[in-house]
């Protein structure tokens, strides 16, 4: 990876936080101030708002106070919102700015007394409250996310309008329809003539298209992603889905409001029985059994500046049954006999990325990976991200340090290409699988062990018993 590109993995949202500040503040001053000529100029819209004063007797300064409070009820919406947070306070920079432009031609914020009109502001706020957040609103406790999905959707609509609108009005001269005094409103049979202000039409256009695919980024709530783990028999499958949940846990404690993790009842069994207070216990988790289908799943929240919900799910699952995948990927669900079979074919279908599972231990052992299977996987299960991952890293994190005098947890980014260059060149199998993965990097995990007087590795714990992990903190970086 090049330098610009270790870059961007690591900076990339302060990246983009510095590139969207600019967007909103650099185009929304004249594209607004656009948008205020537009107004002055009106054919359509200002008729039709004027007109609202002798029909129902709302006047103008009324009207622009109502739907004032409403942008703003949104906004404090999207404001409160821990996903859009960042994207909130960034509009209400652009909003300040573009409330500039128009102040500098006299527009809106000298023409309304907001002393007067305090009730019509209120009721729009309360408005835009109750239709952007709804029965949000009154939940104290939830299971699910603080979302305000809605309202980040009408305020890209509403500001959208309002863009798109004012952008037509501006370049188009439209026949007058509608005639509106103090107390009447009547409508004028329009003239044929219709002509375009061609002046400056381009940069106009290109700055109203910037502002709303910007805006759309910010309202804009990114897809869950399903990660699917795929293994041998006994090669850790178990606990590296443990391991990836406690590192959720971990990364979720520093959030004030986040998304819930929600982890499925198989999960916490697991977590469970590798959850003790004896330094010396050990792993406690038996092999799936070959009938047995356990449904782990949990909700994770990458990235703090613009964060986007992920879920990861996957099934616990017999390894026997990995050399089958191919043939039951390939065939349909009906032709499938056995229902766990035809359930992991279908988890592998709906799948975004499938992460591959290679066990060190047998490596070190000298013992078949039974990794074979991999490859027709891959081949069958097209269009898939890959994630290679090395469970059970402790043994060649005490050769990393016998031959590096480095610790593994300390320079994870050094272990990491140990890892890769060992098992590459010591193995054609995973050699091989590298290349057919476009040069996939493989990422080490592993509980820190300790041997017992048996000689057996068991868990190393802290005071507090809990397991200690390396790897997966980055790994989760990583499926962000």
């Not at 052992?365 to 991952?389: M, Q, R």
Request: charged share 20%; hydrophobic share 45%; aromatic share 10%.
């Amino acid at each position: 990876m090049t330098a610009i590109g270790e870059f961007l993995e690591e900076n990339g949202e302060k990246v983009f936080l510095v590139v969207y500040f600019a967007v909103m503040v650099i185009v929304a001053g004249p594209l607004f101030l656009s948008l205020g000529e537009a107004w002055q100029a009106s054919d359509i819209v200002r008729p039709a708002i004027l007109a609202l004063n002798p029909l129902v007797g709302v006047t103008l300064e009324q009207f622009s106070a109502l739907m004032f409070g409403l942008y703003l009820g949104l906004l404090v919406l999207v404001t409160l919102d821990p996903k859009k947070r960042v994207q909130g306070i960034l509009l209400c920079l652009g909003t300040v700015s573009a409330l500039v432009a128009l102040l500098s031609i006299g527009l809106f914020i000298p023409n309304i007394d907001f002393g007067a009109n305090i009730v019509w502001v209120l009721a729009g706020f309360v408005g835009g409250g109750l239709v952007g957040g709804g029965p949000k609103l009154l939940e104290v406790r939830t299971a699910t996310a603080l979302e305000f999905r809605r309202s980040a959707t009408i305020l890209f609509y509403l500001i959208s309008a309002i863009v798109v609108g004012g952008l037509i009005e501006f370049h188009v001269n439209f026949p007058q329809f509608l005639q509106v005094s103090a107390e009447t409103v009547q409508i004028v049979p329009p003239s044929p003539n219709l002509s375009v202000e061609w002046s400056s039409i381009g940069v106009n256009t290109l700055m109203a298209a910037v502002f709303v695919v910007t805006l759309r980024r910010f309202v804009t709530y990114d897809a869950s992603e399903n990660f699917f783990v795929l293994g041998p028999q006994g090669s850790g499958k178990s606990l590296f889905l443990v391991g990836k949940y406690l590192a959720a846990l971990d990364d979720a404690v520093g959030r004030e409001a986040d998304t819930p993790l929600n982890p499925s009842s198989d999960l916490m069994e697991l977590v469970g029985s590798l959850d003790a207070a004896s330094k010396d216990t050990g792993w406690k988790l038996d092999a799936t059994g070959q009938t047995d289908v356990e449904d782990l799943k949990f909700n994770f929240v990458d990235g703090r500046v613009f964060p986007k919900n992920i879920e990861l799910s996957s099934l616990d699952y017999a390894g026997e049954y990995l050399e089958r995948l191919p043939n039951a990927l390939m065939s349909p669900d009906d032709e499938i006999d056995n229902s766990t079979l035809r359930l992991l074919a279908q988890r592998v279908r709906d799948a975004n990325t499938l992460i591959l599972i290679i066990d060190v231990e047998r490596y070190h052992n000298n013992e078949p990976l039974e990794i074979e299977p991999y490859f027709d996987i891959l081949d069958v299960a097209s269009n898939k991200d890959v994630l290679l991952v090395a469970t059970k890293c402790d043994i060649l994190a005490e050769e990393f340090r016998d031959k590096q005098a480095l610790e593994a947890h300390q320079y994870f980014d050094e272990f990491q290409e140990f890892v890769s260059e060992t098992l590459i060149e010591n193995n054609q199998t995973v050699r091989t699988l590298v290349q057919d993965t476009s040069g996939s990097k493989i990422h080490p995990v592993y509980y820190q062990t300790t041997t017992d007087e048996n000689g057996e590795r068991v868990p190393m714990r802290d005071r507090n018993g809990n397991v200690m992990t390396v790897g997966f903190d980055e790994l989760l970086d990583k499926m962000g």
